[in-house]
């Protein structure tokens, strides 16, 4: 028999089916709910309150007037309120590692592991919020003084995806109240459950009603064109699809607002004949399956040197031969399924129009037919940069393997497409490393390291990957305007 979700919690109350507006639990238009699903098993876990445009423009209103208060407080103050969140958050990982796995399908080792990545978000912009500094600028004339001084951008729309549900919006919204502004969000439809279970714990932790809400609902054009279309919205910030993310930005044109956009990726991994395949196997299993392949900068492309390739893709079977794709509730899952069946229905697509195109499938290569959105681990070769895979994002378990000979291929292959988010290079050359690291077009780049990711460095994108950098010193930037003030008649 199936535990329900809410006896396998050690506190029932994280588990919340409420949208959280203005400090309230508020039930959807209409009292109407969508569904969430755990995507191992295909059952119904909970009913989440369905909200639309109304309860979104009623939260951006609070929201703006919470945060008149807010912006005024000592940067201390909003810290040591973050860092009780943050307390908070650590306190209860088992159970938001249930959570998040029951309604995302990770491993509960994965979400236990992204629990602590979203409370390290909290704890850094906790701190660098009180480093928000200003500067004077030497002026032409002796009676004045050039002043630059940093304020709140306002109230923050941030739209979060369901492959990281807490991480995603910890990385938005720590640095947005740690410098004095309100947010509204709207999480993804799959994966509300950890969003909401984030705000009972702003909650209890005394983050003032109003400054954090969370909008549920499976209406992501109403919620989402009320969030850029409001004029006390003064920022949009979104991770997501980089076709999504355009629209945004367009509706966003409307108002000018600010955005930050964390989009689509198409990773390469550019493996050398001369680096060390101890270190690479690993770094591959983890840039190509973690999440099951679900994240952004997931190795999209691997792209092997021609003396290396053979013994690189036996490794690397022999390696995935090793995985267990499963329920978060079995110990001995490796990895979990897809998100949706629509999802599953999309990589097996990518994968028979490969191999219409003349890829050898090595391993996998065929959707599951039991019950979950399961897709096994698969590897693909024979694949050259005039097929389709190689072009999209593929967001699965599935190695895409090309071959190359110069230096100069692999780079040319590496910056052939419309994406920049992030590349990884493996190589024992300090030269080679030196050369890819400055000509790869991408935002992040790991030389012989592929866990790249941590809230002290900058994450982001260019080309059409994005805009904007999260987490780090720069994080901060986004969601700030800088004021210049000249202080006139000085030597009066
Ligand atoms: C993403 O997939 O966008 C996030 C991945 C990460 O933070 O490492």
């Not at 956009?261 to 060390?276: K, S």
Request: glycine content about 8%; hydrophobic content about 45%.
């Amino acid at each position: 028999m199936t535990v329900q979700l809410i006896d396998q919690l050690s506190d029932r109350t994280l588990l919340k089916q409420q949208a959280y507006v203005n400090g309230q639990w508020l039930d959807g238009n209409a009292n109407t709910t969508f569904a969430v699903i755990d995507p191992a098993t295909e059952q119904v876990i909970a009913n989440v309150a369905n909200l639309g445009a109304a309860e979104t423009r009623a939260a951006i209103e609070s929201a703006d007037l919470a945060m008149r208060d807010w912006r005024q407080q000592a940067p201390k103050t909003r810290s040591d309120l973050l860092e009780r969140w943050c307390q908070l958050i650590v306190d209860n990982t088992a159970d938001l590692a249930i959570i998040m796995s029951a309604e995302q399908g990770k491993t509960l080792a994965e979400s236990k592991g992204e629990i602590a990545y979203s409370a390290s978000f909290i704890k850094w912009f906790a701190e660098e919020g009180k480093r928000v500094y200003g500067d004077v600028i030497p002026t032409a004339q002796t009676d004045r003084r050039g002043i630059v001084i940093k304020q709140a951008i306002g109230v923050v729309g941030a739209i979060t995806p369901w492959n990281f549900p807490s991480a995603m919006i910890t990385r938005k919204v720590g640095p947005a109240l740690a410098v004095g502004c309100a947010v509204v969000l709207k999480p993804a439809a799959e994966t509300p459950l950890s969003a909401l279970a984030l705000a009972e714990l702003a909650d209890r932790a005394g983050i003032p009603a109003g400054l954090f809400n969370v909008i549920t609902g499976d209406d992501a054009v109403a919620i989402g064109g009320e969030l850029t279309s409001h004029t006390l919205v003064k920022k949009i910030t979104f991770t997501g699809s980089t076709p999504v993310g355009k629209i945004l930005m367009a509706q966003c044109a409307q108002t000018v607002k600010r955005t930050s956009m964390e989009l689509g990726g198409n990773a390469p991994i550019v493996i050398f004949d001369d680096a060390d395949l101890d270190l690479v196997i690993p770094g591959v299993i983890n840039a190509k399956f973690r999440n099951s392949g679900q994240t952004c900068i997931s190795a999209n492309r691997l792209i092997v040197q021609e003396g290396i390739y053979a013994e690189f893709v036996k490794r690397l079977n022999i390696a995935v031969s090793e995985f267990n794709f499963g329920a978060y509730s079995q110990s001995d899952s490796t990895h979990g399924p897809l998100i949706t069946a629509k999802a599953t229905a999309n990589i097996d697509a990518k994968v028979r129009q490969a191999i219409a195109d003349g890829a050898t499938v090595v391993c996998g290569g065929k959707a599951s037919v039991a019950a979950g959105y399961y897709y096994p681990a698969t590897i693909l070769t024979h694949l050259n940069d005039t097929m389709a895979i190689f072009k999209e994002e593929i967001f699965g378990p599935v190695a895409a393997v090309y071959s190359f000979s110069t230096e100069q291929q692999a780079l040319d292959m590496a910056n052939d497409t419309v994406f920049g988010l992030a590349a990884y290079v493996y190589t024992e050359n300090m030269r080679r490393s030196w050369k890819f690291a400055e000509a790869l077009e991408y935002g992040m780049v790991g030389i012989n390291e592929t866990a790249i990711s941590a809230e002290i460095v900058p994450f982001g994108g260019v080309k059409e990957s994005g805009q904007g950098r999260e987490g780090s010193k720069y994080g901060l930037d986004d969601y700030l305007e800088i004021k210049y003030i000249c202080m006139g008649a000085m030597d009066k």
